[in-house]
């Protein structure tokens, strides 16, 4: 497998070459280096992995995806679904990270809540792109609200995506892509994953926010 400390370092260099917006604030009061990638977080021998948009304050604090508000919804549902008991406010979620690898579609913190540019986003891609196909070993994936589903757009045919999005079975159907990505000797590999949409399980997403704890069980049913 190739070496995923390698990779942290790329991402650095590549945030470090060419400044672009980070809530430099968040990772000061973190005691973080603001062009330190927070990557990922649990097993990238998993067999499934949730791909969020980026980064909160709680997860720069924690150094590690999906740990805030939305993040322990999601946790809270992989343990339920793991031991089949309902987590207590003492309950140790970590112990979720086992059995999932979690990230986001760039590795850092925007300013405020605003998701960052299809500019930014293009350019750490490839470092993406290199940990779900290098690094991860397995291939299905629930995707996070709409700009999560929609970073896997340049996988498939024009229109495919967008056409399965417009779907009333779209949060419990699924779609393959094939992700490519390219090692260090510019080596293209190719790997087939399931893309599982589901929305942002945040509590802004009144449509479905009352909804997310169902639909993510019904996603987990026979995976983990």
Not at 72 to 88: C, D, F, H, N, W
Not at 138 to 148: C, H, M, R, S
Request: with cysteine.
């Amino acid at each position: 497998m190739p070496n995923i400390t390698q990779l942290l370092s790329d991402i650095q260099q590549e945030a470090e070459s060419v400044s672009f917006p980070i809530d430099e604030p968040v990772y000061l009061a973190a005691g973080l280096k603001p062009t330190q990638p927070i990557l990922y977080a649990g097993n990238l021998n998993s067999q499934l992995c949730f791909f969020a948009r980026d980064l909160g304050k709680d997860e720069v604090h924690a150094s590690q995806p999906l740990i805030g508000a939305a993040g322990k919804l999601v946790r809270s549902g992989l343990y339920r679904a793991i031991t089949q008991e309902a987590p207590t406010k003492t309950t140790d979620l970590q112990v979720v990270l086992d059995r999932v690898l979690l990230t986001n579609t760039v590795p850092y913190k925007p300013p405020g809540n605003k998701a960052y540019s299809q500019a930014v986003k293009k350019r750490f891609r490839p470092f993406i792109e290199r940990l779900l196909v290098l690094h991860w070993q397995g291939d299905k994936l629930i995707t996070l609200g709409n700009e999560a589903f929609n970073w896997f757009t340049p996988y498939s045919e024009k229109g495919v995506l967008q056409e399965f999005f417009q779907r009333s079975d779209r949060y419990s159907n699924s779609i393959e892509v094939t992700v490519t990505a390219k090692d260090s000797t510019e080596n293209l590999h190719k790997k087939s994953v399931t893309l599982m949409p589901l929305p942002h399980p945040s509590p802004l997403n009144q449509k479905y926010y009352s909804q997310f704890p169902q639909l993510l069980q019904e996603r987990l049913t026979g995976i983990l």
